[in-house]
């Protein structure tokens, strides 16, 4: 089935709107983010969408995609996948900390709840192994009918994708330390195979024995080493975010992407041909600047939709080959922009952002490591603003030029000067979520688990509109407040001046898909999880809206149709 999006599988989803033209700036994302990729036993290319809590499985042909672990199952977090010699599928479930085995008959037993952030996982015939993405991680053999975990070695530096070698021996990546190692399935004392390596997310071995790294960078990178020689050729594939791979029969390499999902055949000198085109992974945040460019945070990245896609199919996105052969690492990563699938545009992988606001040629981020930060596109160059906040989300341009922030799991606005000096503007809010300001500098919040938008009135929060549906994106725009109610999928217009309302836009594609229960989190320290829910809304220099699409991973930009002045 090719479904043409995550959140809906007939694709008869569009917004409506009397006021409104609605235009999709990029296709939907068929592929909710992906991660581990293994061929099955049935052919089809199974991928672990860590982003998604779900697992689907791919024809390699035809691109067709079936959700073979939906959401809301038994496995969270899934981040890698492998399958045993009698066709069950083990799966490492990252931030929960699990590791499952599915059987034949799709049947769920649960392997170990006591692995610390399991990752990497490999199977040798009947036998289990995983390895953990944590400093001083370990890599054991896990026995699915019982029985402790047995620890082969510890100290990775953040493991990751690993496999077995031609020579018998396991190989596995140290992420942090750029380096290859390799040890026996039955334990003794590892080996160094490859340092200097840029940025190895996971190693492979293709058909022929050739070991394959690849980078986890934005230029998508892959190193292949001859480990007889140790001669090494690196090509640079311009898939930002590189994940995983799977090769099938005939030797053809498949890639995954955890920054902008997809499925994608690479050939060895770098040339590309998708499967499952790449697109948005969320967006949440979305802003626009002056010269009307949009940009999302995507959670591993931001990024652009370069125009109009309603009925863009995503197929032949651009390609950043290069190639360089020799001894060396052959690093040529890079922080330049990119252009994805699906008419996407990498500005950069910035990891874990959540909300963005423009401002007079750079862009500040909230961060779901709990930091805010000014990033310069041009430049390339990030400035630290806070850090240790709990969930920031939304974020704003106050009219003295300082930054205010909705600090969601604190439950405060924070206002954060250009010294660096944070303070609070309000406190004891109960689940704030996005800030806007009007022409009277007056500040605003949304409140999804209130229900509420509110007024800040020195220190004070003064109700403005109650009996929303989890109102998240907000924007002020000619005396009306507009919000995303992501519990109706709607947009709300609020009048300033009478405080009448009216519903401006429904069918938005924001939020889980329809009838799908969130998971609990779990949040592990130092290791994000899958991102919180934002449905962003931005305010064009033409007056246009943008909305986070977040639940197909599109942006979509609303124009009005009415002349303006329309009384709610």
Same mark, same amino acid.
């Given at each position: 089935?090719? $479904?043409?999006?995550?959140?809906?599988?007939?694709?008869?989803?569009?917004?409506?709107?009397? $006021?409104?033209?609605?235009?999709?700036?990029?296709?939907?994302?068929?592929?909710?983010?992906?991660?581990?990729?293994?061929?099955?036993?049935?052919?089809? %290319?199974?991928?672990?969408?860590?982003?998604?809590g779900q697992i689907s499985a791919v024809d390699p042909v035809s691109g067709d995609v079936d959700v073979v672990v939906p959401l809301d199952g038994p496995v969270q977090a899934p981040d890698d996948l492998a399958f045993g010699a009698d066709g069950s599928m083990y799966i490492t479930d990252l931030t929960p900390g699990r590791v499952w085995r599915r059987d034949p008959a799709g049947e769920f037993t649960l392997?170990? @709840?006591?692995?610390?952030?399991?990752?990497?996982?490999?199977?040798?015939?009947?036998?289990?192994?995983?390895?953990?993405?944590?400093?001083?991680?370990?890599?054991?053999?896990?026995?699915?009918?019982?029985?402790?975990?047995?620890?082969?070695?510890?100290? #990775?530096?953040?493991?990751?994708?690993?496999? %077995?070698?031609?020579?018998?021996?396991?190989?596995?990546?140290?992420?942090?330390?750029?380096?290859?190692?390799?040890?026996?399935? @039955?334990g003794g004392v590892p080996e160094l195979v490859a340092k200097d390596v840029d940025d190895p997310v996971a190693v492979r071995f293709d058909r022929g024995g050739v070991l394959v790294v690849l980078s986890r960078g934005?230029?998508?990178?892959?190193?292949?080493?001859?480990l007889r020689t140790g001669a090494r050729s690196v090509v640079v594939s311009g898939v930002a975010g590189l994940d995983n791979a799977a090769f099938d029969d005939e030797n053809r390499m498949f890639v995954s992407s955890y920054a902008s999902g997809g499925v994608t055949e690479m050939h060895t000198d770098g040339r590309i041909r998708e499967i499952v085109p790449r697109g948005l992974?969320?967006?949440?945040?979305?802003?626009?600047?002056?010269?009307?460019?949009?940009?999302?945070? @995507?959670?591993?990245?931001?990024?652009?939709?370069?125009?109009?896609?309603?009925?863009?199919?995503?197929?032949?996105?651009?390609?950043?080959?290069?190639?360089?052969?020799?001894?060396?690492?052959?690093?040529?990563?890079?922080?330049?922009?990119?252009?994805?699938?699906g008419g996407i545009i990498t500005h950069g992988l910035l990891h874990f952002v959540h909300g963005v606001t423009a401002d007079d040629g750079v862009l500040h981020l909230t961060s779901q490591l709990g930091d805010v930060r000014t990033y310069d596109p041009v430049r390339k160059t990030t400035r630290v603003r806070a850090t240790g906040l709990s969930e920031p989300t939304g974020i704003a341009v106050a009219p003295d030029g300082s930054l205010v922030v909705a600090e969601t799991g604190g439950g405060r606005i924070l206002r954060i000067d250009e010294t660096g000096t944070v303070t609070a503007l309000a406190s004891g809010l109960v689940h704030p979520v996005d800030v806007a300001f009007d022409g009277e500098q007056r500040c605003y919040v949304s409140d999804d688990r209130l229900g509420a938008v509110l007024r800040l009135d020195d220190g004070e929060a003064v109700t403005v509109a109650?009996? #929303?549906?989890?109102?998240?994106?907000?924007?002020?725009?000619?005396?009306?407040?507009?919000?995303?109610?992501?519990?109706?999928?709607?947009?709300?217009?609020?009048? #300033?001046?009478?405080?009448?309302?009216?519903?401006?836009?429904?069918?938005?594609?924001v939020g889980l898909p329809p009838?799908?229960?969130?998971?609990?989190?779990?949040?592990?320290?130092?290791?994000?999880?899958?991102?919180?829910?934002?449905?962003?809304?931005? #305010?064009?220099p033409d007056g246009s809206l943008f909305v986070s699409a977040n639940g197909e991973g599109s942006v979509l930009r609303l124009s009005r149709k009415h002349a303006d002045g329309d009384a709610p």
């Open positions: 089935m090719r $479904r043409p999006s995550r959140f809906d599988d007939t694709g008869h989803w569009h917004t409506t709107s009397e $006021r409104w033209d609605t235009t999709r700036l990029n296709p939907p994302n068929r592929l909710w983010g992906s991660n581990g990729v293994t061929f099955g036993p049935d052919g089809r %290319l199974y991928v672990a969408q860590f982003i998604a392997v170990s @709840d006591t692995v610390k952030v399991p990752n990497g996982i490999t199977c040798v015939g009947d036998r289990l192994f995983v390895n953990e993405m944590r400093s001083n991680g370990r890599l054991m053999e896990m026995f699915p009918d019982g029985g402790d975990p047995v620890v082969l070695t510890d100290g #990775l530096a953040w493991g990751n994708a690993m496999q %077995l070698g031609p020579d018998g021996l396991l190989y596995y990546p140290h992420m942090i330390a750029n380096e290859v190692w390799r040890i026996s399935p @039955d934005v230029a998508g990178i892959v190193t292949r080493i001859d992974d969320g967006p949440f945040g979305v802003t626009v600047d002056l010269g009307g460019t949009v940009y999302a945070a @995507d959670h591993y990245r931001l990024a652009s939709p370069a125009g109009p896609g309603e009925d863009a199919n995503g197929n032949g996105g651009g390609n950043a080959n290069g190639k360089a052969n020799g001894n060396g690492n052959g690093s040529a990563s890079g922080n330049g922009d990119g252009n994805e699938s109650d009996g #929303l549906g989890a109102p998240q994106g907000l924007v002020v725009r000619d005396g009306e407040l507009f919000t995303v109610e992501t519990a109706h999928r709607r947009l709300r217009a609020i009048s #300033l001046v009478t405080g009448d309302s009216r519903i401006d836009a429904e069918n938005l594609a009838g799908t229960t969130p998971p609990a989190r779990h949040p592990v320290p130092g290791v994000p999880g899958p991102p919180s829910q934002f449905a962003g809304l931005a #305010l064009g």
